[in-house]
């Protein structure tokens, strides 16, 4: 049985004063991969530890696992498992007896200590590893290992702080498809940390952004990346391009364009009463190359980066910076030449200019 956690009214403040986390609610269905998304110092950790006990919240906070009452409870009655960015494995053991470390503190006898390892070296297909110590190890074969030792105690909670920071960019990748597969098939419930966007988007149930010691906004990948409530959520997942307009009688004004309300602002059904200057956000996909009889706007390309199954223009002209545009792979484009484009309406994120002022990065 999956457990359930939940957070009630839980704030961090150090020792010194510093407010790491403001007051929050959480919940996190068993079975289910929520990710901590953020920047660096935003409190993501801070609520990792306090899940595993190694911090406490401020009074009157409450953390619960299946309704049981763990606020004061230490990492061992907890029953997690941890697994770190440094992997924190034992240098002077073999791969086998540091899967089995966990297995001998907790009084497992040796018979089953043995029969659970080869089944975690089996899963993570590390078995022709056993008897190598961690110095022998690839920084992928080294996190396979943290992974089983973790799993191997058969915990209630899996919690994960940033565990692929440390490598390639390829192997991170392919480590972050697996890790993925292992969660759905042990059906855990899961916490993962990471500031890394696509990470985030590719492992998460649903996304936690933090802010500043606060939630930005919880929702799924889909919600998270589509509809974005706030100016933080829409520059700091996947947003490069900014610019300002106006809302006038429902519609939108971009410079000399008018934009009409169409059914892909009905998260944004708020601003479409008011009136004043807005920001919009919107990322590469949010303006598509086309012929100038089809044009909002004609912007000069000042760079040109191929992507392999697409390309990615910089262009100016359009706004006071310059805007990023994906275009087709095949396309024939060249530095110094006009590009004609238009909005993909149902991708802009619309806010007040002061929210866009005070809560972008």
């Known amino acids: 049985?999956?457990?359930?956690?939940?957070?009630?009214?839980?704030?961090?403040?150090?020792?010194?004063?510093?407010?790491?986390?403001?007051?929050?609610?959480?919940?996190?269905?068993?079975?289910?991969?929520?990710?901590?998304?953020?920047?660096?110092?935003?409190?993501?950790?801070?609520?990792?530890?306090?899940?595993?006990?190694?911090?406490?919240?401020?009074?009157?906070?409450?953390?619960?696992?299946?309704?049981?009452?763990?606020?004061?409870?230490?990492?061992?009655?907890?029953?997690?498992?941890?697994?770190?960015?440094?992997?924190?494995?034992?240098?002077?053991?073999?791969?086998?007896?540091?899967?089995?470390?966990?297995?001998?503190?907790?009084?497992?006898?040796?018979?089953?200590?043995?029969?659970?390892?080869?089944?975690?070296?089996?899963?993570?297909?590390?078995?022709?590893?056993?008897?190598?110590?961690?110095?022998?190890?690839?920084?992928?074969?080294?996190?396979?290992?943290?992974?089983?030792?973790?799993?191997?105690?058969?915990?209630?909670?899996?919690?994960?702080?940033?565990?692929?920071?440390?490598?390639?960019?390829?192997?991170?990748?392919?480590?972050r498809t697996e890790i993925n597969a292992l969660l759905r098939k042990l059906g855990i419930t899961a916490v993962y940390v990471t500031h890394d966007q696509e990470e985030a988007l590719a492992l998460g149930d649903r996304i936690v952004v933090m802010q500043k010691g606060e939630i930005a906004q919880i929702g799924t990948p889909r919600e998270i990346y589509r509809s974005p409530k706030n100016p933080f959520v829409a520059d700091f997942v996947g947003a490069a391009n900014r610019l300002a307009g106006d809302m006038r009688d429902g519609r939108l004004h971009i410079g000399s364009q008018v934009f009409e309300a169409v059914d892909g602002w009905n998260q944004y059904n708020d601003m479409i009463d008011k009136t004043g200057p807005v920001e919009l956000f919107f990322r590469a996909d949010g303006l598509s190359v086309c012929e100038r009889e089809d044009a909002h706007f004609t912007g000069r390309i000042e760079a040109v980066a191929y992507l392999g199954d697409k390309q990615r223009l910089t262009v100016s002209g359009i706004g006071p910076q310059a805007m990023m545009i994906d275009t087709h792979a095949d396309d024939l484009t060249a530095v110094g030449s006009d590009v004609h484009c238009r909005f993909n309406i149902e991708r802009l994120a619309i806010f007040p200019a002061h929210d866009a002022d005070s809560g972008a990065i």
Not at 37 to 50: E, N
Not at 74 to 95: C, D, H, W
Not at 131 to 136: E, N
Not at 145 to 157: D, F, G, H, K, N
């Open 1 to 175: 049985m999956s457990t359930q956690i939940k957070l009630r009214h839980c704030a961090k403040t150090f020792a010194d004063g510093t407010r790491a986390l403001a007051p929050f609610d959480l919940t996190i269905e068993g079975g289910e991969t929520i990710v901590l998304l953020g920047p660096s110092g935003c409190g993501k950790t801070t609520i990792l530890r306090m899940i595993a006990g190694l911090e406490f919240p401020d009074a009157g906070g409450m953390i619960t696992f299946d309704g049981d009452d763990v606020t004061r409870q230490s990492i061992e009655k907890r029953r997690v498992g941890m697994v770190f960015q440094s992997y924190a494995l034992f240098p002077n053991m073999t791969v086998a007896e540091n899967v089995a470390y966990g297995l001998k503190v907790n009084g497992v006898s040796a018979a089953e200590r043995q029969t659970r390892v080869a089944a975690m070296l089996e899963m993570m297909h590390i078995d022709m590893l056993a008897d190598r110590r961690i110095d022998q190890l690839s920084g992928g074969q080294r996190q396979r290992v943290a992974l089983a030792r973790a799993i191997a105690v058969q915990p209630r909670v899996l919690l994960l702080d940033e565990p692929l920071t440390a490598l390639d960019a390829k192997l991170r990748v392919r480590l």
